[in-house]
T-cell receptor
Framework: TQLLEQSPQFLSIQEGENLTVYCNSS?????LQWYRQEPGEGPVLLVTVVTGGEVKKLKRLTFQFGDARKDSSLHITAAQPGDTGLYLC???????????WGAGTKLIIKP | EAQVTQNPRYLITVTGKKLTVTCSQNMNHEYMSWYRQDPGLGLRQIYY???????DKGDVPEGYKVSRKEKRNFPLILESPSPNQTSLYFC????????????FGPGTRLTVT
């Protein structure tokens, strides 16, 4: 059974600090997607990583796909209150064309 | 503006009273799905549709029905809601299949008493 585990489940830090959240699995994924969900809204795609070892940057956010394509990380540099939200990772199942979702990391950035 | 719309956004109802949550997308997407989101459990897929008149069960289909008579619309029907269906519901669409980028609606918060 393919599973995606995200850690930590909850993170509260001060503005300006750096942080890393993780998305791990024992299964190999062909790609992983990262979404951010703000309160009262649906998730919005931030990035898709496809190649093992790939690093993608989105302003202060850096996404990395593990070499073995079993894990991914999201690093935020100098976090801002606008980064507050629920960060979700998702990857396609082997058996069909559906996505498996992690439970998410709830991030709060305090001014 | 490309979007997925859901209605209503909030709904409080009583056990057993049939309800429908509508979902519409204007992006000509082939694939549509419904999710429920519960604290600590993340997003769980209820039903999905690969195309008009083609639907299939997701991970948690019990107690729900769907139909896809038109490409743009994918309503979620609760024939006899129960309190354990109290949740935040999201409709989503993607261009081709479920492993493509998902575009989500704003959510419907349902409370069943």
């Amino acid at each position: 059974t393919q599973l995606l585990e995200q850690s930590p489940q909850f993170l509260s830090i001060q503005e300006g600090e750096n942080l890393t959240v993780y998305c791990n699995s024992s299964s190999v994924f062909s790609s992983l997607q990262w979404y951010r969900q703000e309160p009262g809204e649906g998730p919005v795609l931030l990035v898709t990583v496809v190649t093992g070892g790939e690093v993608k940057k989105l302003k202060r956010l850096t996404f990395q796909f593990g070499d073995a394509r079993k894990d991914s990380s999201l690093h935020i540099t100098a976090a801002q209150p606008g980064d507050t939200g629920l960060y979700l990772c998702a990857g396609p199942m082997d058996s069909n064309y559906q996505l498996i979702w992690g439970a998410g990391t709830k991030l709060i950035i305090k001014p | 503006e490309a979007q997925v719309t859901q209605n209503p956004r909030y709904l409080i109802t009583v056990t057993g009273k049939k309800l429908t949550v509508t979902c519409s997308q204007n992006m000509n997407h082939e694939y549509m799905s419904w999710y429920r989101q519960d604290p600590g459990l993340g997003l769980r897929q209820i039903y999905y549709s690969m195309n008009v008149e083609v639907t299939d069960k997701g991970d948690v289909p019990e107690g729900y029905k769907v139909s896809r008579k038109e490409k743009r619309n994918f309503p979620l029907i609760l024939e006899s809601p129960s309190p354990n269906q109290t949740s935040l519901y999201f409709c989503a669409s993607s261009l081709w299949t479920g492993d493509y980028e998902q575009y989500f609606g704003p959510g419907t918060r349902l409370t069943v008493t």
